[in-house]
């Protein structure tokens, strides 16, 4: 995983799936082709050091640091550092105290654009990549169009959308006007409009990249399959139930796990968009723990509250992988 | 689920296959569907096209409002075409004190060094972790394993004062190295390489090639599709970095796009095509790219999730 | 011993965390560490050093360049790097870059955040550059030196000061049958010319809840109903007052009452104003060099009085000098210099919009003489408030904004949403005073 990076799909690809489809395959064709296992322990540390250099440094070693920053009360302008314990977990527990509103607030926020967006960006693309699995002319162009957003960036997309948006002078709002809809809409200014433009932008940033992985799912399903339902008298709608989803479990899962990770990391499209309003309501938790620990240099309760959202997000991911498992088996 | 009338589709053995078959940049065709009612290939395209309008015209709307003058967006905020066509907006942020060509310059040489840095050290990482057998293997790749999902916010201030240290704040570096420094990179080319025949390599350590030539001559060059694949994942990442940037570079000259451009936001807010000019030059020199790339770049990203 | 290898990685691991750690502690404490701001001209070997500001609107990104090259051609030895960027921005990054020895040499910043910076450590004191310059406290509004003061030194040298004005479009007004000759002093002129424009269906004044303008509009209504913002040692949020209730029901009251459209972005009014779709816009002298205003019959005037009193919303800026990680005892002095010898060129400076804050060259006649619209703006200094100076405050006047966005999207009532502010505001006071305190 890339420490630098909120916003990065790359390397939040893998799923909690693959380790284990690696391990089984990694102990069996080596082991058989070598001897002794010890043979190559010099040359695979030559090779893997430079690697395990930048990794120690930049993976393991914060991951340790910013444990041990989370029960200190360290702060950039002081000459030491105290260890008090659990007190900014305390802190972050206990209603009232300085941070509590805020940070759950900002946990809220998270919470609530995952639960609107996720849908989106998993119904949507599906559908578009059931469009393109028609083999249809065009379709590469096609694929590329709806691909090209996400290239651009977040905060490209996030400036491009903040004038589309404008209540009083966006196109989008122009445009509702002239159909004879309400032209005064408060996009970015006020909830619930705030929570659908980050979905909207959101959704129309990353549509193509969710939709040409599930494409790729898609064409990866047996042909057989559709046949034999077809056979049994599947209308379209039976085989999608029946042959494509099933089908398509395994790169949903990854796709699923990928997306939730992401909207729950959201950052750039409330920072430009909505700056955090109104009334700090759209504030994501990446932001306001960005912001604690970065620029008002409360780094250790902002550390504490990096290990809570891990927490959070690691038993999401948990219960994902056991829904979409289940259903597997 | 209602999936008693069908047969199933153990999913794991699904991908696996799916991953041997996809193993280069290629998926499997579709089966061609013999019956098209012209109706429903219409009502498919209209739906496709929509679409693509849906992306397409912002895109041009920030382009036609980039050639307006200041008093046109404000007196005339829907006009479809630009009165007077001006590049004002341009000229002024040429002429301005954002330096927004080099925030573009600065972004290409951050994603190329950082994907130059993941090529090196996750292949040679990666080869020694499919390839070889060694004493530790076991607790590194677990190691290495556990961090995949860990977000990236942990690593936000600890890493910010291990930058700090190291005197990289406001560098090349500070954008580079630390994200080059996760395991979905060495995660990646170990699934490859472990698929790659061993014979080759047997024959070739039986003509006395050792490791660093067996690596060189035949697993990179083997490899070549993982490693793009690789390659464009690494590019885009650090592409659309933005969070960590906002606070590790300081001076506008080092910049990179995505921060400069919501840097711009804030000194332009009351004017528009000033504004939508910067997104045009930001996006311009990166759409013709992707123009270019757009079927090898699609497909990476396609490959990424069914090859594992 | 081979078998230790995965143990010696941890071991190192947890070594290397150590470390920093350690090193992160030894990062220098508050303090000047016996360094200070000599008031001397710097005559030492070349030197290049670096300057923060915020001025990246208006005539300033083509002055102040202007400015610094003169500086740099008329002396050899010393080089300045103008670095312009956001406020935020600065604000954002200059405590961990100036600890990481990253910083400016020298920079501008506003009046809120010079004591912050004090209380860090982030400052040198300047007591010796203000004596060289013969300031004292009457050269300047009252309190803006101590503004830029902190624990009995001078940290902050006031450059400017950026009060708040009525901007008026005359075009909007005559299409209303209103007569722009005769601008709003009081409320009852205010809320007659505002419905007037209602009858002609116009929102009069575009009321938003950002800081730029909704707070600053706020707080001078707060001021003009008799309140503050904070008690005196600024150990207690007051904004919550009647006054402060009063003065953000006023702007609620003009969305409730269509003088106002609901849901105005940041930015929105003065962009309405420009485009002519609302007469009135409370905003910063700033907007002066607004080349857009080239395009509308527009005129400037004091903002009128709403409440009790005469009062109006300023802000200020301070030249300060970094106390960096190892900061270069030369390049302090050439800042000296160079920040010595802008206040003796800063008489062009209002072509910024902005007001020279040395009453001498902003009192200068031809000042307004050159620049008729900064009139007003002089007109209302008198009775000009300006921010309040604590460490750490700027965390507290943030709830000041939120309060405002809640009321006039209509999340809470005035009352409520005031309460609500303070009494967080004031646990963030307590947590500065624990902080930063003695």
């Given at each position: 995983m890339q420490p630098s990076t909120v916003t990065n799909?790359?390397?939040?690809?893998?799923?909690?799936?693959?380790?284990?489809?690696?391990?089984?395959?990694?102990?069996?064709?080596?082991?058989?082709?070598?001897?002794?296992?010890?043979?190559?322990?010099?040359?695979?540390?030559?090779?893997?050091?430079?690697?395990?250099?930048?990794?120690?440094?930049?993976?393991?070693?914060?991951?340790?640091?910013?444990?041990?920053?989370?029960?200190?009360?360290?702060?950039?302008?002081?000459?030491?550092?105290?260890?008090i314990g659990l007190q900014n977990y305390i802190d972050l527990f206990t209603p009232g105290s300085i941070t509590f509103g805020d940070f759950w607030q900002s946990m809220g926020a998270t919470g609530i654009f995952t639960v609107l967006s996720v849908p989106c960006l998993l119904i949507i693309p599906l559908f578009i990549a059931i469009l393109l699995n028609n083999n249809i002319r065009g379709g590469t162009a096609f694929r590329a169009i709806f691909f090209a957003p996400y290239v651009l960036g977040v905060a490209v997309i996030g400036v491009i959308w903040k004038y589309l948006l404008d209540t009083q002078s966006g196109m989008l709002n122009h445009i509702l006007g002239m159909l004879g809809l309400p032209s005064d809409i408060p996009w970015t200014v006020d909830v619930p409009w705030a929570w659908v433009s980050l979905v909207i932008v959101t959704v129309w940033w990353t549509l193509g990249f969710n939709a040409v992985i599930l494409l790729a799912g898609l064409k990866a399903i047996n042909p057989d399959l559709y046949e034999a339902a077809?056979?049994?008298?599947?209308?379209?709608?039976?085989?999608?139930?029946?042959?494509?989803?099933?089908?398509?479990?395994?790169?949903?899962?990854?796709?699923?796990?990928?997306?939730?990770?992401?909207?729950?990391?959201?950052?750039?499209?409330?920072?430009?968009?909505?700056?955090?309003?109104?009334?700090?309501?759209?504030?994501?938790?990446?932001?306001?723990?960005?912001?604690?620990?970065?620029?008002?240099?409360?780094?250790?309760?902002?550390?504490?509250?990096?290990?809570?959202?891990?927490?959070?997000?690691?038993?999401?991911?948990?219960?994902?992988?056991?829904?979409?498992?289940?259903?597997?088996? | 689920m209602s999936s008693t009338t069908v047969p199933k589709t153990p999913a794991p053995s699904r991908s696996r296959s799916a991953a041997s078959s996809a193993a280069g940049s290629s998926v499997q065709a579709p089966r061609r569907r013999p019956k098209g009612v012209a109706a429903r290939t219409a009502g498919l395209y209209a739906v496709l096209i929509f679409v693509a309008l849906a992306i397409i015209l912002p895109l041009v709307w920030i382009l036609i409002t980039s050639f307006k003058t200041d008093g046109d967006v404000i007196s005339n905020p829907y006009g479809i075409v630009p009165d007077p066509a001006s590049t004002e907006a341009y000229s002024t942020l040429a002429e301005g004190q954002q330096p927004i060509f080099l925030w573009l310059l600065n972004s290409f040489l951050a994603a190329t060094l950082q994907t130059a840095i993941i090529l090196v050290t996750a292949s040679l990482g990666a080869y020694a972790l499919a390839r070889l057998e060694f004493r530790g293997k076991k607790i590194v790749f677990g190691v290495i394993i556990g961090t995949l999902l860990v977000p990236p916010v942990i690593f936000l201030i600890p890493n910010y004062l291990i930058v700090q240290n190291l005197g990289w704040l406001d560098t090349i570096w500070a954008i580079t190295v630390p994200g080059a420094a996760g395991a979905f990179g060495i995660f990646f080319l170990r699934q490859f390489f472990i698929g790659l025949p061993a014979e080759i390599e047997e024959a070739a350590r039986i003509d006395g090639a050792g490791d660093l030539r067996i690596f060189t001559q035949i697993v990179l060059p083997l490899s070549r599709p993982a490693l793009a694949t690789l390659?464009?994942?690494?590019?885009?990442?650090?592409?659309?970095?933005?969070?960590?940037?906002?606070?590790?570079?300081?001076?506008?000259e080092r910049l990179t796009l995505q921060p400069g451009l919501s840097q711009l936001q804030g000194t332009y807010s009351t004017h528009f095509s000033i504004v939508m000019a910067g997104a045009v030059i930001a996006s311009v020199p990166v759409l013709i790219l992707f123009g270019i790339a757009q079927k090898q770049i699609v497909e990476s990203v396609a490959s990424s999730a069914v090859k594992g | 011993m081979?078998?230790?290898?995965?143990?010696?990685?941890?071991?190192?691991?947890?070594?290397?965390?150590?470390?920093?750690?350690?090193?992160?502690c030894s990062g220098g404490g508050a303090g000047a560490g016996g360094n200070a701001v000599p008031g001397e001209d710097y005559t030492g070997p070349k030197v290049s050093i670096t300057f923060w500001n915020g001025w990246t609107g208006g005539a300033a990104p083509v002055l102040v360049p202007k400015l610094v090259e003169k500086f740099n051609s008329e002396h050899d030895n010393i080089e300045v790097k103008n670095v312009p960027q956001e406020w935020g921005?600065?604000?954002?990054?200059?405590?961990?870059?100036?600890?990481?020895?990253?910083?400016?040499?020298?920079?501008?910043?506003?009046?809120?955040?010079?004591?912050?910076?004090?209380?860090?450590g982030l400052l040198l004191p300047a007591d010796d550059i203000v004596d060289a310059l013969g300031y004292s406290a009457d050269d300047f509004p009252e309190g803006l030196m101590d503004a830029g003061a902190y624990k009995g030194a001078q940290y902050g040298i006031p450059w400017s000061v950026t009060p708040m004005g009525l901007y008026v479009n005359n075009d909007v007004l005559k299409s209303a049958?209103?007569?722009?000759?005769?601008?709003?002093?009081?409320?009852?002129?205010?809320?007659?010319?505002l419905e007037a424009l209602k009858a002609a269906g116009i929102s009069g004044e575009w009321v938003d809840g950002y800081v730029f303008t909704g707070t600053f509009e706020f707080e001078s209504l707060l001021w003009q109903f008799g309140g503050?913002?904070?008690?005196?040692?600024?150990?207690?949020?007051?904004?919550?007052?009647?006054?402060?209730?009063?003065?953000?029901?006023?702007?609620?009251?003009?969305?409730?009452?269509?003088?106002?459209?609901?849901n105005v972005a940041q930015d929105g009014n003065i962009k309405g104003l420009l485009a002519g779709q609302t007469a009135y816009n409370w905003n910063g002298v700033w907007q002066t060099t607004n080349e857009s205003f080239n395009e509308i019959d527009w005129t400037v005037a004091p903002v009128p009085q709403i409440g009790t009193e005469q009062a109006v919303w300023s802000s200020s800026t301070h030249w300060?000098?970094?106390?960096?990680?190892?900061?270069?005892?030369?390049?302090?002095?050439?800042?000296?210099?160079?920040?010595?010898?802008?206040?003796?060129?800063?008489?062009?400076?209002?072509?910024?919009?902005?007001?020279?804050?040395?009453?001498?060259?902003?009192?200068?006649?031809?000042?307004?003489?050159?620049?008729?619209?900064?009139k007003p703006f002089i007109d209302s200094l008198p009775y000009a408030h300006y921010e309040t100076s604590a460490p750490g405050i700027t965390a507290a006047n943030a709830l000041i904004t939120t309060a405002l966005n809640e009321a006039v999207t209509g999340k809470k009532e005035p009352k409520e949403a005031l309460d609500d502010a303070a009494k967080q505001a004031n646990e963030i006071l307590k947590q500065n005073a624990a902080k930063y305190g003695d």
């Open positions: 799909l790359a390397t939040r690809l893998p799923s909690s799936r693959r380790p284990r489809a690696a391990r089984t395959g990694a102990a069996r064709r080596p082991r058989a082709a070598r001897t002794g296992a010890a043979r190559h322990t010099g040359t695979a540390y030559l090779f893997l050091a430079p690697f395990l250099a930048l990794f120690t440094v930049f993976v393991v070693a914060p991951s340790i640091f910013g444990l041990w920053i989370s029960v200190t009360d360290w702060s950039p302008f002081k000459d030491t550092q105290n260890f077809s056979l049994d008298g599947a209308g379209m709608i039976r085989k999608f139930w029946s042959v494509t989803l099933p089908g398509l479990r395994p790169v949903m899962l990854f796709v699923s796990t990928t997306t939730i990770l992401e909207s729950a990391n959201m950052f750039g499209q409330s920072y430009i968009l909505t700056k955090g309003g109104p009334a700090n309501s759209t504030r994501t938790a990446i932001m306001y723990i960005s912001d604690q620990g970065l620029s008002q240099n409360n780094m250790a309760p902002a550390a504490a509250m990096s290990y809570i959202l891990f927490a959070f997000l690691a038993v999401i991911s948990v219960i994902n992988f056991r829904l979409q498992r289940e259903k597997t088996e | 390659a464009i994942l690494s590019f885009l990442a650090n592409w659309n970095d933005f969070l960590w940037p906002i606070y590790v570079l300081l001076s506008p | 081979k078998k230790g290898i995965a143990r010696r990685a941890v071991a190192a691991t947890l070594a290397l965390g150590v470390g920093i750690a350690l090193a992160g921005d600065i604000s954002k990054k200059m405590p961990l870059a100036v600890k990481a020895g990253k910083g400016p040499d020298v920079a501008v910043a506003h009046g809120d955040d010079v004591a912050t910076y004090a209380a860090q049958g209103i007569d722009p000759a005769t601008v709003p002093t009081d409320k009852d002129g205010y809320m007659k010319a503050d913002l904070y008690n005196d040692d600024v150990t207690e949020a007051t904004f919550n007052s009647d006054a402060g209730v009063q003065a953000l029901t006023h702007m609620v009251d003009l969305i409730d009452k269509g003088y106002s459209p609901p300060m000098f970094m106390n960096n990680k190892g900061q270069d005892k030369n390049k302090t002095a050439a800042a000296a210099t160079f920040v010595k010898w802008m206040n003796e060129n800063s008489a062009g400076w209002a072509e910024t919009g902005e007001l020279p804050a040395a009453n001498d060259v902003r009192n200068d006649p031809t000042l307004v003489e050159t620049y008729p619209n900064l």
